[in-house]
């Protein structure tokens, strides 16, 4: 069974940061894309970035130059890095990705998310 899975938010203070981690596990052959959503109390959710497989990264303009997005060092593993956090960055943190269980099979999961508080 594949699964997504958050990690890594927490209460952080304005300016400072925090780096989110999604972890996909289960019968995986490949990823095709990774992505991060956000969605803040009484508002739609939000993209916030993404990945492919090959490196090539996008960011939404409300957070390009502060969030940044990675692969990460273990496989099936993308990172949001992110600075000068703001308190309007206050949300539930998402991540979506496009993944195969076999070369001709791609669907698209949802992690259950994860929360970051940005507050003094």
């Known amino acids: 069974q594949v699964q997504l899975v958050e990690s890594g938010g927490g209460l952080v203070q304005p300016g400072g940061s925090l780096r989110l981690s999604c972890a996909a596990s289960?019968?995986?052959?490949?990823?095709?894309?990774m992505r991060w959503y956000r969605q803040a109390p009484g508002k739609e959710r939000e993209f916030i970035g993404s990945?492919?497989?090959?490196?090539?990264?996008d960011c939404a303009d409300s957070v390009k130059g502060r969030f940044t997005i990675s692969r990460g060092n273990a496989k099936n593993t993308v990172y949001l890095q992110m600075n000068s956090l703001k308190p309007e960055d206050t949300a539930v943190y998402y991540c979506?990705?496009?993944?195969?269980?076999?070369?001709?099979?791609?669907?698209?999961?949802w992690g259950a998310g994860t929360l970051v508080t940005v507050s003094s």
């Open positions: 979506n990705a496009d993944l195969r269980t076999m070369p001709t099979i791609k669907t698209n999961y």
């Open positions: 990945i492919t497989s090959d490196g090539t990264t």
């Open positions: 289960g019968n995986i052959f490949s990823w095709d894309a």
